[in-house]
């Protein structure tokens, strides 16, 4: 079992830089994917970037592609997503994901065992 705490959302100007991060519990947390994903109202949930397991090899939405990084401490059980030149269309509630095993989809949310309760994020214009 993951237990996942999303933290680090706000309200931030177009153009602005912010970073999430989302805490792990659990001693296996270096052996699970992890993936960002988001979700305006009215809207479903959609993959915005991952990091896998062994390698560190990183995906993105081509919507965030440039501008958001993902990355992964795995000392500290945790990942962060560093986003830069927001936009309004990147409001949302962000949720972080843990898929356990290998070989699933990274940007599919179906493949992700765990969820956070998300947080967050307000781009105003």
């Known amino acids: 079992q993951v237990q996942l705490v999303e933290s680090g959302g706000g309200l931030v100007q177009t153009g602005g830089s912010l970073r999430l991060s989302c805490a792990a519990s659990g001693r296996t947390f270096s052996s699970y994917a992890m993936g960002w994903f988001r979700q305006a109202p009215g809207e479903e949930r959609k993959f915005v970037a991952a990091?896998?397991?062994?390698?560190?090899?990183?995906f993105y939405a081509d919507s965030v592609k440039g501008r958001f990084t993902v990355s992964r401490d795995n000392a500290r059980n945790t990942i962060h997503l560093q986003m830069t030149s927001l936009k309004p269309e990147d409001t949302a509630v962000y949720y972080c994901a843990a898929q356990r095993g290998f070989g699933g989809s990274f940007t599919r949310k179906e493949s992700y065992n765990y969820w956070g309760q998300g947080t967050q994020l307000t781009v105003s214009s």
């Open positions: 990091i896998s397991a062994n390698t560190g090899s990183t």
